[in-house]
């Protein structure tokens, strides 16, 4: 409605313009070739715009026939592009969905439509890799590296290609050309890093992650555990043969994480045997407080070199409350007792958790109590029996291995920071029943004896 008002009030309004254009009085006199023409001049007006809109018509015409070629090489050019730019997203949909083979056709077709794109080149030497087409992937890619611009994402195509051909060291390689490109690629770093702790070169281990950038808490946490892990490690390694070098390293752990366990007992082990038995045991009964762990209340029972099983009990109970707050506490206070002979403070250390989730740690020291304090052998052997079938104690556990001290480093994985104070997993299975009695082989029936001729 509104559309055709519109029209029949502009339609109104160019016919008053024309007609007052008519209407205007005066004439206009034109003269060329020897012709003499007297128009009036609303009539010339008319005439002039009438001619303006033919030649600018015809203008338009001769333009559009002229720029044609052009217009069809520029609509060829961007239907090639939108067919390879579909293409390309064909591929990588036909890559994720686990189809390498029709990921590389359509990563070809995008390529030949798009030279340019080095996208479509780099999806291809992926689909070669997960084809397993390596001799194809390897010139994709280095083919790759020479634009800086798609340098890292080919050594990063290099790098996976070369762990899949378990060549470690030519993956490392591209790890490194990766991380000088740069600094901020996280697979480079990482894979850089995990060689430099699995060849205990710690110094370098530690300046990498000093350059770390940590922006949220959660990466500051992170980059304080690894310098703390990376220090305790050198810590380690120092303790016999450098012992102040150990000692800064752990004391530079102890900073970034106050409570980490096994600096402690390195620096308090390193401080025992310079004679600073003060500041060991400061340390200890610091770390004890916080962690409750039964290595710490070991060392500090042991920290005054030479000193009887007496007077290692009466250091332990300097820490130890009684009744024990809780089992690693009680297992504490109880093993030194029955190295004292103490046998009834033994026992009542162990008594809050003699119950049916005595673990095989308690089970343990209380046959010894048996056998030690009454000699009781059927008591003892049942608390042993008891002991196998208990649950088991917290230990240093990594990737299923079970150590007796901390290492900074899984034997199984080459993983930092593998080692948790934890139970160790219990693997239970389904009992198998048992085997069939062997089935004797049925004896053959023996043949009948041949019949006698007739006669």
Do not use: C
Not at 27 to 51: C, S
Not at 75 to 102: F, K, N, Y
Not at 147 to 168: C, F, I, M, N, W
Not at 266 to 285: C, Q
């Amino acid at each position: 409605m509104i559309r055709l008002a519109s029209w029949i009030v502009g339609s109104l309004a160019i016919t008053a313009l024309a007609a007052w254009l008519i209407s205007l009085p005066g004439t206009l006199t034109l003269e060329a070739a020897g012709y003499r023409m007297q128009p009036r001049l609303g009539a010339a007006i008319f005439i002039f715009i009438l001619v303006a809109i033919v030649v600018i018509g015809l203008w338009a015409i001769l333009r559009r026939i002229l720029s044609a070629p052009r217009n069809m090489a520029r609509r060829s050019r961007e239907r090639r592009r939108e067919q390879g730019v579909e293409a390309l997203s064909d591929a990588i949909v036909a890559l994720q969905a686990g189809d390498p083979a029709r990921a590389r056709m359509l990563a070809r077709e995008a390529q030949a439509r798009l030279p340019t794109n080095a996208a479509a080149r780099l999806l291809e030497a992926r689909a070669d890799l997960a084809l397993g087409d390596m001799p194809a992937a390897r010139e994709h890619y280095r083919a790759l590296i020479a634009s800086e611009k798609t340098a890292v994402a080919a050594l990063t195509g290099l790098y996976d290609q070369a762990r899949a051909q378990h060549r470690p060291e030519a993956a490392l390689t591209f790890a490194r050309k990766a991380l000088a490109l740069a600094p901020q690629s996280g697979w480079a770093a990482d894979a850089v890093f995990d060689d430099l702790t699995r060849r205990g070169q710690w110094a370098d281990a530690v300046a990498m992650v000093n350059v770390e950038q940590a922006s949220s808490r959660e990466d500051r946490a992170r980059k304080r555990r690894r310098q703390a892990v990376i220090e305790t490690a050198r810590a380690r390694e120092a303790e016999t043969s450098a012992p102040l070098a150990g000692l800064d390293h752990a004391l530079t752990a102890l900073k970034l994480l106050p409570d980490f366990v096994p600096a402690a007992l390195i620096a308090a082990r390193i401080h025992i045997n310079r004679g600073d038995t003060r500041k060991a045991m400061s340390l200890l009964r610091r770390i004890w407080r916080a962690t409750g762990h039964p290595d710490v209340a070991a060392l500090y029972a042991h920290a005054q070199p030479g000193a009887s099983a007496v007077e290692r009990l009466r250091r332990l109970g300097e820490i130890i409350e009684t009744p024990p707050p809780h089992r690693a506490a009680g297992m504490a206070l109880a093993r030194s007792a029955i190295d004292a002979y103490d046998w009834p403070l033994a026992r009542s250390a162990l008594a809050p958790f003699i119950g049916p989730d005595a673990t095989q740690g308690v089970a343990s020291l209380m046959a010894e109590i048996e056998e030690g304090q009454s000699g009781d052998q059927g008591k003892a052997r049942e608390w042993l029996a008891r002991a196998v079938r208990a649950p088991r104690d917290p230990a240093w556990t990594a990737d299923g291995l079970v150590s007796d001290e901390w290492e900074p480093m899984s034997p199984v994985t080459g993983k930092l920071d593998a080692f948790e104070w934890k139970v160790p997993m219990t693997i239970t299975g389904r009992p198998l029943a048992d085997p069939p009695p062997p089935q004797l082989p049925v004896e053959a029936p023996l043949p009948l004896a041949p019949a006698a001729n007739p006669t």
